[in-house]
Each structure stands twice: as structure tokens, then as C-alpha cells.
């Protein structure tokens, strides 16, 4: 199955500043999700995100405010902007995989972040 | 509108008893169905999928069930171990578009 290197692991950033999320997948892969966890919340779809074309946003999710580079087949970034307290949360890739026989999606080890 | 539910925040099974995780939806258009197990500082690893043509599907210790009439589907996990406490979610995809998931419930197994 695919192996995904998301970086960093953690951060506290301060109100108003920005942070950008990379992921770097150990093979070529169509589209690349991002996806937030809030506090206690369930995963939530950011955006889908393809090579060579605009980014697909989710309801409640807007490109100024998540914007996202698809600039190859194996990496991605989500940057957070202008980040308030609110959008702290655990923000995660993820790629279609298959594992064995099973098809299914692989996830990045996530990276936290806390705004203060 | 919550389309995949895990109506069971939380789970305590003592070690080498049956875990049952369930899991409800309500789109009828799904036609993959996913386990998921997570813990705090990680990324979630995934664990076990069905198809909406198959009933069941095994894979070790974890076999997922589907009835698409009552739309619910769950995951059995035997023997429980102390290193499968975890929040555990269900999600479901239409067409490989996108994931959605459940809320999760948190499975504590004890000696």
C-alpha cells in the first residue's frame, strides 16, 4: 500500500498567520484529499485535489482560505490562512489504495494544529 | 444531515471477547464501505472494506457485515486485544469519489 510522508506533525501558530501542510506519497497517485479533524469531531473533507486543475472544494470550504498546489503526481500542500483560533484541528491527506485485497484510502500521519 | 452514524460513542470489552462496532447510513449510493482505527497523535490506519455486492468480508481477527435492507453494516473484531482500544470509524464512498465518515466510537478493551 501507499506510504505518505506528511509534515510537520505539529505546530502553534499564532492568530492571523499562515501555515502550509506538505505531503509527499511514495507513488503516483490521481487525486490526493484533504480532510480536517476538529476537537472530538469526526474527518471532514477539505478538498480533492488532482494534478493540473483547480483544487475541488467542499461545502464550507473556500480556496482563500485553504488554498492547495497539485504541482505532480506524488505532492501536495494545503496551506491554513489567516488562521484564528477555530481552525485548530488535526488537517490530514490521504490517497485511493489498496491494501491486499481490500480497497480502501491510506492517510497521512496527520499534523496538529493549535492557534493561539 | 449526518449520512454515516455510529450511534455508540463508546465501547469496553474485556480482552479475548467479541468487539461488535456499528455503523448506520442513509444513502442508498454508497457502494463502498470502509473501518477505520484511529489513535490520538496518528493518522488513521485503515483496517477492513466491503463492497455493496458482498455481505461480508473477513481479513484476520476483523470481518465487516453489510445488510444494505436495514442500511447498517459492522465490524467484529475476535479476539479483542488491549492494543485494539482505539476510536474506530466507519465510512462510506460513492463511486471512490470521496470519504465520508462516521462520528467514531471509541473501543476500550480491558485485561
Known amino acids: 500500500s501507499a506510504v505518505i510522508s506528511q509534515k510537520p506533525s505539529r505546530d502553534i501558530c499564532q492568530r492571523g498567520t499562515s501555515l502550509t501542510i506538505q505531503c509527499q506519497v511514495d507513488?503516483?497517485?490521481?487525486?490526493m484529499f484533504w480532510y480536517r479533524q476538529q476537537p472530538g469531531q469526526s474527518l471532514t473533507l477539505i478538498a480533492t485535489?488532482?494534478?493540473?486543475?483547480?483544487?475541488?472544494?467542499e461545502s464550507g470550504f473556500v480556496i482563500d482560505k485553504f488554498p492547495i498546489s497539485r504541482p505532480n503526481l506524488t505532492f501536495s500542500t494545503l496551506t491554513v490562512s489567516n488562521m484564528s483560533p477555530e481552525d485548530s484541528s488535526i488537517y490530514l491527506c490521504?490517497?485511493?489504495?489498496?491494501?491486499?485485497?481490500?480497497?480502501?484510502?491510506?492517510f497521512g500521519s496527520g499534523t496538529r494544529l493549535t492557534v493561539v | 444531515d449526518q449520512q454515516v452514524k455510529q450511534n455508540s460513542p463508546s465501547l469496553s470489552v474485556q480482552e479475548g471477547r467479541i468487539s461488535i462496532l456499528n455503523c448506520d447510513y442513509t444513502?442508498?449510493?454508497?457502494?463502498?464501505f470502509l473501518w477505520y482505527k484511529k489513535y490520538p497523535a496518528e493518522g488513521p490506519t485503515f483496517l477492513i472494506s466491503?463492497?455493496?455486492?458482498?455481505d461480508k468480508n473477513e481479513d484476520g481477527r476483523f470481518t465487516v457485515f453489510l445488510n444494505k435492507s436495514a442500511k447498517h453494516l459492522s465490524l467484529h473484531i475476535v479476539p479483542s486485544q488491549p492494543g485494539d482500544s482505539a476510536v474506530y470509524f466507519c465510512?462510506?464512498?460513492?463511486?471512490?469519489?470521496?470519504?465520508?465518515f462516521g462520528t467514531g466510537t471509541r473501543l476500550q478493551v480491558f485485561p
Open positions: 466491503i463492497s455493496s455486492i458482498k
Open positions: 507513488s503516483q497517485v490521481t487525486m
Open positions: 444513502n442508498s449510493m454508497f457502494d463502498y
Open positions: 485535489a488532482n494534478q493540473g486543475s483547480e483544487a475541488t472544494y
Open positions: 490521504s490517497v485511493e489504495d489498496w491494501d491486499r485485497s481490500n480497497y480502501g484510502y491510506t
Open positions: 465510512a462510506a464512498t460513492i463511486n471512490t469519489d470521496k470519504l465520508i
